[in-house]
């Protein structure tokens, strides 16, 4: 009946009982809308099963970008007057924490699947052959910014130790606690860099000294910075955002 | 009258089985991408605003991200088989066309005032015509300026398209917003014509004979 009467009304809005079909339809969307709200904020992220799934999506995602992952295919690089000024300082601390790492002390680890593991001082990093590449740098919260980095090829240094190229990751552990990992793929593209110089000056702290991992084919937070040690293992490592849910592979 | 009323209407088939399944496999994908998506806007808005948190999805930018990047293959599955259904088996051609510009603005008119006529569900007048058109290309926009984001150096060439990265963050955000006004448009029209609501889940409507 009343879905009839609204089908007459419809011709003639001046009718009273539209009005109040209309309102009660309206409560019954606001109730419906009300429990949609519950699927936001943590709740329903939060239960098992679903989080199993989205877990679970993120590491088929992982398996879908390494499938789209070109190695020969460069990120676009940009002319000097492109360069973001000032170049964003971004970490998962604030500016006032930065580390300073002590340049005459400082030795690169290298552990895991790598033949030779001799600890390196920056003077023997600085004189690895170096390149230069202006590239945007991506943030996963979406803003990004082009800036200028020189070091050397990792591929270059990788083949130089003698690391199992074979392997399936590369992981950085960093002066600031901070770790992450990267598929040997990427380790291996030409545009990868172990950086020291920023803007052709030696990496001021803030962008990680004494260096930096490039990589202009992934996220920002797969550039690690003050890094300390590294290793070429065939676990999965990791890292800091990937651990709490970020997408391990997050390439560009 | 009752009964004579009863005699008079017949059920018509009006929407497709596969138009159903996908149109609410749709609808729930693109709650989910626009909730998380604007979870993830918020993390570094483009504009001077950002959405009220009460509306997102996720929680964090991790879990707006893992929703986001979950959805899409559903409405990449589900928007593809209604796609080529609507193409191959003639859907589009039979519901969305001839679509004159002028008897749209006729129709957007007329609903502006009220007055749009809704007596046969099985076919479409031109507004509706329009804007579910408008809803398919701003899906396929959202879609293609979606993937440059999410891989602005592997796709590049699409990117490039769209300026760039921070073309398609752009591109993103306007198809996005453009969507959600036909939609809320449309839920609206639903509400108007509360008899429209139960043809999606039966297919079937009255028509007077």
């Known amino acids: 009946m009343k879905r009839r009467g609204m089908e007459l009304s419809l011709a003639d809005h001046s009718a009273p009982q539209i009005h109040k079909i209309e309102r009660r339809l309206f409560l019954k969307q606001g109730l419906s809308l009300g429990a949609l709200a519950l699927l936001s904020g943590c709740a329903l992220t939060d239960d098992e099963n679903v989080q199993t799934v989205l877990t679970g999506m993120s590491r088929w995602n992982d398996g879908v970008q390494a499938w789209l992952f070109d190695p020969n295919k460069l990120a676009p690089e940009y002319p000097e007057s492109a360069i973001t000024k000032p170049f964003p300082f971004n970490a998962y601390y604030g500016e006032n924490e930065i580390r300073e790492v002590d340049a005459n002390s400082y030795k690169l680890e290298l552990s895991g699947l790598i033949r030779d593991t001799k600890p390196w001082t920056l003077p023997e990093l600085y004189a690895l052959p170096q390149t230069s590449q202006i590239t945007r740098h991506i943030c996963v919260e979406g803003w990004s910014a082009i800036g200028k980095w020189g070091g050397v090829r990792f591929s270059t240094f990788l083949e130089g130790i003698g690391a199992d190229l074979g392997a399936k990751y590369v992981g950085f552990k960093c002066a600031d606690d901070y770790y992450t990992s990267i598929d040997m793929a990427t380790a291996l593209h030409p545009q990868t860099l172990l950086t020291f110089k920023y803007a052709d000056q030696i990496l001021p702290p803030k962008y990680g000294f004494p260096m930096k991992l490039r990589v202009p084919t992934k996220l920002g937070f797969k550039n690690p910075k003050h890094i300390m040690a590294m290793f070429v293992t065939n676990t999965y490592p990791g890292g800091y955002w990937e651990d709490q849910g970020y997408n391990w592979f997050s390439g560009s | 009258m009752e009964a004579i009323r009863q005699d008079r209407t017949e059920w018509v088939k009006i929407h497709p089985l596969v138009v159903r399944i996908t149109h609410w496999i ?177 297919g079937r409507a009255r028509r007077k004979s």
């Open chain 2, 26 to 202: 749709n609808a729930f994908a693109i709650l989910v991408m626009v909730a998380s998506g604007w979870r993830i806007y918020n993390a570094s808005p483009l504009f001077d605003f950002k959405i009220p948190n009460e509306l997102t999805l996720g929680g964090w930018l991790a879990g707006a991200l893992q929703w986001h990047f979950a959805a899409m293959w559903l409405l990449a599955a589900s928007g593809l088989v209604y796609l080529v259904y609507g193409i191959v088996s003639g859907h589009f051609r039979r519901k969305f066309f001839p679509i004159a510009p002028r008897a749209v603005l006729h129709d957007v008119l007329d609903a502006l005032r009220g007055k749009l006529a809704h007596e046969d569900l099985s076919v479409y007048n031109a507004a509706q015509r329009a804007a579910y058109l408008a809803v398919i290309v701003a899906l396929i926009v959202l879609v293609l300026s979606g993937l440059a984001i999410w891989q602005p150096v592997q796709l590049q060439e699409l990117a490039a398209l769209m300026d760039g990265y921070e073309g398609a963050r752009l591109v993103h955000f306007f198809a996005m917003a453009f969507m959600v006004l036909i939609v809320l448009v449309h839920i609206l029209m639903v509400i108007l014509v509360p008899r429209a609501f139960p043809t999606m889940i039966s």
